[in-house]
């Protein structure tokens, strides 16, 4: 949320699983948005459910690190 000035406009901003983890992804969308030039692009992917393995991994990072 608090790209350098000099990184002032993008045509393509993508996001890959990581919207929901911002204190706002409201925020976060509307911040970018205007980051966009005229004619951008944003993408993103979110994902309904981790499969076991990563929901595992997630949690024992977020309980050890």
Known sequence: MELPDELESFDIIFFEGVLYHTD?????????A???N???I???DVY???????E????YIQENC
């Open 42 to 44: 944003f993408m993103f």
């Open 56 to 59: 595992f991994v997630d949690d």
């Open 24 to 32: 706002s992804t409201e925020s976060a969308i509307k911040y970018l």
């Open 34 to 36: 205007g980051k966009l």
């Open 48 to 54: 309904n459910k981790k499969g076991p393995i990563r």
């Open 38 to 40: 005229r004619r951008g």
